[in-house]
């Protein structure tokens, strides 16, 4: 077995407009293909798949995993995580940790209306070894 590539990742949210406004409205991710069960954003560098917690495109309903929030975060990158704190403070949307730097770059920390951890940074350039 041998996965040639990441194509997306899919994310079951508990309301479908809810999440758009989240990930299109405020985040700003274009939006590639949309129907009543999912709105794939996204570009390039990778895709998220907004999907209906409730049912699927088919008799089969959804997949059986992906009911809940669970351990994962999503990272996008951005130019300037204050800005963006500001601009989600602005929103009302819920700033879980507010920016700070890691090791690894500069970021700030929302919350998706299902809660799930939507972190935003600015990645410092990784020094070759």
Same mark, same amino acid.
């Given at each position: 077995m041998h996965a040639e590539s990441f194509e997306s990742l899919i994310l079951f949210? $508990? $309301?479908?407009?809810?999440?758009?406004?989240?990930?299109?409205?405020? @985040?700003?991710?274009? %939006? @590639?293909?949309?129907?009543?069960?999912v709105v794939v954003v996204g570009g390039p $560098?990778?895709?998220v798949v907004l999907h209906r917690n409730d049912r699927g495109h088919d008799?089969?309903?959804?997949?059986? /995993?992906g009911s809940g929030v669970g351990g994962a975060a999503v990272r996008f990158t951005v130019a300037d995580?204050?800005?963006?704190? #500001?601009? /989600? %403070?602005g929103r009302g949307l819920s700033v879980l940790w507010p920016t700070q730097d890691a090791a690894w770059g500069r970021f700030v920390v929302l919350a998706d209306?299902?809660? #799930? $951890?939507?972190? @935003?940074?600015k990645m410092r350039p990784i020094a070759p070894q």
């Open positions: 949210v $508990s $309301s479908l407009p809810e999440a758009r406004r989240f990930y299109v409205d405020a @985040l700003g991710l274009p %939006v @590639l293909f949309e129907d009543e069960i $560098s990778g895709r008799e089969r309903g959804i997949f059986p /995993a995580p204050d800005a963006c704190e #500001r601009d /989600a %403070v209306p299902d809660g #799930r $951890s939507v972190v @935003l940074a």
